[in-house]
C-alpha cells in the first residue's frame, strides 16, 4: 500500500468513527426520546449540542496540532470521543445525554480537522484529491451501515449499545495512530487568541441554542431572542477584534482568497440545506410513516449507498469538466433531490424511495468532495492549520443550523396543522425549504472562476492564471 492510501485509511478511521455514530444516532433518536422521556424533537438539542460543540472547540484545533504535534492531539482527541460516548450509553435523561454528546463533541472538535491537517501536511497538492477520495470511502461506510445496524440493534436489543461500537473502532484507530501517523508540530509556534476563542464560543453557543430551543417551550420566546442576538452581536465583535490580532483563532483573512471564500459561502448555504436531511429523514420515516428503526435504517442507508458509487468517479468527472463546471448544475439537481423527500406518503413504493435516496446521495457526496478539496486549492502551505480550523468550524455551525431549521419548520407546521402527534405532512414544508436554501448556493457557485481549482484536479487550464494569481 502506498504512502498516501495508508496515512488517508488511518484517518478515514476516526472519520468512520464520528459518520457512523451520527447516522446511528438519528435513526433512534425515537426510542431514545421514548425511553428517557422527552419528545423526539427535542432530542434535537443532542444533535446541535454535538455540533455546537464542535464548533466551539475546532478553532482551537489548528493552534492545539501545531503546538503539541498532530499525532498527540489525534490520539487524544480519539479517546475523548470514546469516553463521551460511554458516557451517551450510560445517560438517563436528557440533560445526561446532552452533556455525553458535547464530551463527544470536543474530541470529534480534533479529530476531523487534525486529521484533515495530517493530510494537508504529509501528501502532495497534485494527490491530494485522490486522498481526500480515500480517506472519505471507509468514512462513508459509517453512514451507509450506520442505519440499518443502528435501526437492528434499537429495534431488537436496546438503544445504548449503539454508542459502544465506537470503543474498539476508537481503540483500532489509536493503535494504528501510534504505529504509522508521524509527530508533527508547526516550526513557529503563534501565541493562542484566548479572547477571540471566548468571543467564537460566546457567539455560536448563543446562535446555534437560541435556533434549537426555538419552538420547544423549553424558555419563553423574549429569552430565546435575546440570546440568539447576544450571540450575533458576539460574533461581530469576533470579527472587529479579528482585524486587529496578529494571529486570530479563526483567521478571516483567508476569505479574500477567491475559491476559498466561495467555498465557504457556498459550502454553508449547501451543508444548511443537505446537513438537515440525516435528522428529518428518520423521524419522518418513523413517526410519520409509521416504520420501525430497523426498517427505516435500511432505506436511509441508501443516501450512503449512492454516495459510495460516486467515489470511483469523482477524479475523472473534475478532470473532464473541472470544478466550477461540476459544482454548479450539481447544486440544483441535489438540492431538487432532497425536495424531492417531500413527496413521500405511504403510497410511495419502497423501492422508489430508495432509488431517490440513492441517487441523491451520490449527488450531494459528488458535491461535498469537490467542495471540500477546492477549499484547499489557492491556501499556501504555511497557513493550511487555519484554514482548516475555518472551514471545520463553518461545516458544522452550518450543518447545526440546517438540524434547528429543519425541526423548527416541523414544529412550525404541526402546530398550524393543531396535531398532538406528527405526521407525515408535517415534515413536507422542512424538507421543500431546506432545499431551497441548499439551492442557494447555486448562485455563488456560478461566481467561480472557470479555471479554479485546475492543479487539483489534475486539469490543464484554459488561461494563464495561476493559483498565486487567484490569491491575489
Avoid at 423526539?40 to 443532542?46: F, G, R, T
Avoid at 513557529?188 to 430551543?213: P, T, Y
Avoid at 458576539?234 to 486587529?244: D, G, I, P, Q, T
Avoid at 450531494?364 to 471540500?372: E, G, I, K, M, P
Wanted: aromatic share 10%; net charge positive.
Amino acid at each position: 500500500m502506498t504512502h498516501t492510501r495508508l496515512i488517508s485509511l488511518i484517518v478515514a478511521v476516526a472519520l468512520f468513527m464520528e459518520n457512523m455514530d451520527s447516522t446511528v444516532i438519528a435513526t433512534a433518536l425515537p426510542a431514545i426520546a421514548k425511553d428517557i422521556g422527552t419528545n423526539p424533537l427535542a432530542l434535537k438539542l443532542a444533535v446541535t449540542s454535538y455540533l455546537l460543540s464542535l464548533a466551539i472547540f475546532i478553532p482551537a484545533s489548528g493552534w492545539v496540532a501545531d503546538r503539541f504535534g498532530t499525532r498527540t492531539v489525534f490520539r487524544a482527541a480519539i479517546l475523548v470521543f470514546i469516553l463521551g460516548s460511554i458516557g451517551c450509553a450510560l445517560s438517563h435523561s436528557l440533560t445526561d445525554f446532552v452533556i455525553a454528546r458535547m464530551v463527544q463533541g470536543v474530541g470529534g472538535a480534533m479529530m476531523t480537522p487534525v486529521g484533515r491537517l495530517i493530510l494537508l501536511r504529509t501528501i502532495d497538492r497534485r494527490a491530494l484529491l485522490s486522498a481526500m477520495a480515500w480517506v472519505t470511502m471507509p468514512a462513508l461506510i459509517g453512514p451507509m451501515v450506520g442505519p440499518p445496524v443502528g435501526g437492528f440493534i434499537t429495534t431488537y436489543a436496546t438503544w445504548h449499545w449503539i454508542f459502544l461500537i465506537n470503543v474498539p473502532i476508537g481503540i483500532i484507530g489509536i493503535y494504528l495512530v501510534t504505529r504509522y501517523i508521524a509527530e508533527i508540530k508547526a516550526e513557529k509556534q503563534e501565541r493562542f487568541d484566548f479572547i477571540g476563542m471566548l468571543l467564537v464560543g460566546l457567539g455560536l453557543g448563543g446562535v446555534a441554542f437560541g435556533l434549537s430551543v426555538a419552538g420547544l417551550d423549553l424558555l419563553p420566546l423574549p429569552p430565546v431572542l435575546a440570546l440568539t442576538a447576544l450571540g450575533a452581536v458576539f460574533l461581530m465583535l469576533y470579527v472587529r477584534h479579528a482585524k486587529r490580532t496578529p494571529a486570530p483563532v479563526l483567521d478571516l483573512t483567508l476569505l479574500s482568497i477567491p475559491s476559498f471564500r466561495a467555498t465557504i459561502t457556498g459550502g454553508f448555504l449547501f451543508r444548511m440545506g443537505i446537513g438537515a436531511w440525516p435528522f428529518l429523514m428518520p423521524l419522518m420515516l418513523q413517526l410519520g410513516l409509521g416504520m420501525n428503526p430497523f426498517h427505516s435504517g435500511l432505506i436511509t442507508f441508501a443516501g450512503s449507498f449512492g454516495a459510495l458509487l460516486m467515489k470511483p468517479v469523482i477524479a475523472p468527472l473534475l478532470r473532464t469538466f473541472g470544478f466550477k463546471n461540476l459544482l454548479v448544475p450539481n447544486a440544483l439537481i441535489s438540492s431538487a433531490l432532497l425536495a424531492a423527500c417531500a413527496t413521500f406518503t405511504e403510497a410511495t413504493p419502497i423501492a422508489l424511495m430508495f432509488f431517490i435516496l440513492t441517487v441523491a446521495g451520490f449527488f450531494r457526496s459528488l458535491q461535498f468532495t469537490a467542495v471540500n478539496t477546492l477549499a484547499y486549492a489557492d491556501i499556501p502551505i504555511q497557513r493550511m492549520s487555519q484554514a482548516t480550523s475555518v472551514v471545520s468550524v463553518l461545516q458544522q455551525v452550518s450543518i447545526s443550523c440546517g438540524v434547528a431549521v429543519g425541526a423548527l419548520a416541523v414544529e412550525v407546521t404541526n402546530h398550524f396543522n393543531d396535531s398532538a402527534i406528527l405526521t407525515v405532512d408535517d415534515f413536507r414544508p422542512a424538507f421543500l425549504f431546506v432545499g431551497f436554501i441548499s439551492a442557494c448556493s447555486f448562485f455563488i457557485f456560478l461566481k467561480l472562476d472557470k479555471d479554479v481549482g485546475a492543479e487539483m484536479a489534475n486539469r490543464k487550464a484554459s488561461s494563464s492564471v495561476t493559483p498565486d494569481d487567484r490569491v491575489n
